[in-house]
């Protein structure tokens, strides 16, 4: 009998492997997830250039998009999958097994992260080398901090959506497109929050994960002004994470007794 | 004459059915509210690139730049939600619902069944574009400056729109065909377009910023010629106070842009209907219309 610990790393590392594996078998992602991001990376860079903006606006624009893969891989990757899943026939099998689903969240989580690592990587350097972006990093250390801590937060956030996803039908597909451009718009995606928004807007904002990791990341590498200083931004990150995955725990269990009741496991075709 | 009514028929209950399925996920108030936010948002983060810009230059920034941001990214709507529209219900009715193969062999015209699919993403699209403008006209003083009951060229815009929808209806057609003879990245191809189409076409910056080879590449796309009328019949034509906003298409008339415009939609018309015939045969043939991938 293994133990709980054992069941939900293995759990993890089950729902982990088809993500990478896809990363090998499916070329085609070199196209759809690196090309059509550096599209638009490249749409906004000429707007700003043709407004006669400073270069290390265009870094802000590059920083955005490799973050918003992220973003994206929580919602399609994390959220979306759950209904996915559902309509595919395996969430009734993962409700059913032993396996934790927090286990399977985490795997899943896990394996995007990867994937989504590997295409924000190729927008990153493809944006600094095409468009000249000046990076002048204060500390590498402290831009790698920052980001471990917002994709921490973003995924525990991305478990919280999950569960609500558990609940979705065929309004899932229209959440997840919600939650995109409204989103994009408060994290400041491509411009400066601190020099658009009132300071209590862009506090606000700071909840959603992404917007308080990339502000601090775009002071470290461009010194662009932020909302708070980093290491403020970086803690608040952190008592983020922590508050998504307990949230998320919890929600996930009280969702999917709910979930039980009502006979919404195995709705196909909503 | 019963040819034609037939396809009246399909074409209404197609839009019918793309509507409902478009629509009726939610409540008619909360789905009033997606049409609205997640257009005007998009528009919302052009406008705040443009502060931003204005912020950093010390105010160096022309305000004609913002009309000219706000009113194509709307008209680009357009071009997202039909071509997407099309596509993606080739990919919805095989897929999701597993019903193209029974559309397929019912008595409906296969391709017309798709324009009313498209329609209906159309009408979304149009109305999407409607409100992101009146929003833009109710909180941005140099949008209502430049944009008016007065200022707008109605015979103009009245032109453009009739041929763009033609073109738009043929670039869904041509993302429609091939996404026939695609499984797993028939979603992925109209995206893909989509962001060629909206670098290419100079939606968020004049035209004269890409490097020059770029430039003729744009210049054999529809879309830049539509846009740049569009753009015109609604905020009439780039004024010599903002030399940045005067891209190589600046020094047109209204009449030869219209014409380049027709011109290059009759050549996407006729491509995209020998491409339908051939992509719906060979998808036919292969057994690609009931081909489930499990996306």
């Known amino acids: 009998m293994p133990s709980a610990f054992r069941l939900f790393l293995t759990a993890a590392s089950a729902r982990t492997y088809p993500r990478v594996a896809w990363l090998f078998r499916s070329r085609s992602w070199i196209i759809q997830e690196t090309l059509l991001p550096v599209l638009l990376v490249s749409a906004f860079a000429y707007s700003y250039r043709a407004m006669g903006a400073p270069a290390e606006y265009t870094g802000l624009v590059v920083l955005g998009a490799a973050m918003t893969t992220f973003w994206l891989n929580v919602l399609w990757g994390m959220g979306a999958t759950v209904y996915w899943e559902r309509d595919s026939g395996n969430l009734e099998l993962y409700i059913m097994s032993p396996a934790p689903l927090m286990g399977i969240l985490t795997g899943m989580a896990l394996g995007g992260m990867t994937t989504t690592v590997v295409r924000a990587a190729v927008i990153t350097v493809t944006g600094v080398l095409v468009f000249d972006v000046p990076l002048q990093p204060t500390s590498w250390w402290a831009l790698a901090a920052v980001f471990s801590l917002t994709l921490a937060a973003l995924y525990g956030l991305g478990m919280m959506f999950a569960s609500l996803f558990l609940m979705w039908g065929r309004e899932a597909w229209h959440m997840v497109s919600l939650l995109q451009e409204p989103i994009f718009l408060l994290t400041g995606t491509n411009f400066p929050v601190a020099a658009i928004f009132p300071k209590a807007v862009a506090a606000v904002a700071c909840l959603i994960p992404l917007t308080a990791g990339m502000d601090a990341m775009r002071q470290v590498l461009f010194h662009t002004p932020g909302i708070f200083d980093v290491w403020g931004e970086a803690s608040f990150l952190a008592v983020l994470s922590v508050v998504f995955f307990i949230l998320a725990r919890k929600l996930l269990w009280g969702i999917e007794q709910k979930a039980r009741r009502e006979g919404r496991l195995t709705v196909r075709w909503q | ?295």
């Not at chain 2, 003083?141 to 060229?153: C, E």
């Open chain 2, 1 to 295: 004459m019963t040819s034609f009514i037939q396809h009246l028929r399909t074409l209404r209950l197609a839009a019918w059915l793309g509507w409902q399925l478009e629509t009726n996920w939610a409540s008619p108030w909360l789905f009033a509210l997606y049409m609205l936010v997640k257009p005007v948002c998009g528009s919302l983060m052009l406008v705040c690139m443009y502060y931003a810009a204005r912020y950093a230059t010390g105010g160096r920034v022309p305000a004609e730049f913002l009309p000219y941001l706000y009113i194509s990214n709307a008209c680009f709507g357009l071009v997202g939600t039909v071509m997407f529209g099309l596509s993606y219900g080739v990919v919805r009715d095989r897929e999701h619902y597993r019903m193209l193969k029974y559309v397929y062999i019912s008595p409906a015209h296969f391709q017309t069944y798709f324009v009313g699919r498209g329609l209906a993403r159309a009408t979304e699209g149009s109305v999407g574009a409607v409100l992101n403008i009146a929003v833009g006209l109710l909180l941005f003083a140099d949008l209502r400056s430049q944009l008016g009951p007065a200022g707008i060229d109605w015979g103009w815009l009245v032109v453009y729109l009739s041929i763009g929808l033609a073109m738009l209806w043929a670039c869904g057609m041509i993302l429609a065909g091939a996404c026939l003879n695609m499984t797993r990245n028939g979603m992925f191809l109209s995206e893909g377009v989509s962001g060629v189409v909206y670098l290419l076409s100079g939606v968020v910056f004049p035209l004269a910023v890409l490097p020059a080879w770029i430039q003729g590449i744009s210049l054999a796309l529809p879309t830049t010629y539509w846009l740049e009328g569009m753009r015109r019949a609604l905020t009439g034509p780039v004024p010599e106070s903002a030399p940045v906003l005067r891209g190589p298409l600046a020094d047109w008339s209204n009449g030869e842009l219209a014409l380049a415009l027709a011109a290059t939609t009759a050549g996407l018309v006729i491509a995209a209907q020998l491409f339908w015939r051939w992509s719906e045969r060979r998808a036919w043939r292969l057994g690609k219309l009931e081909e489930n991938a499990g996306v």
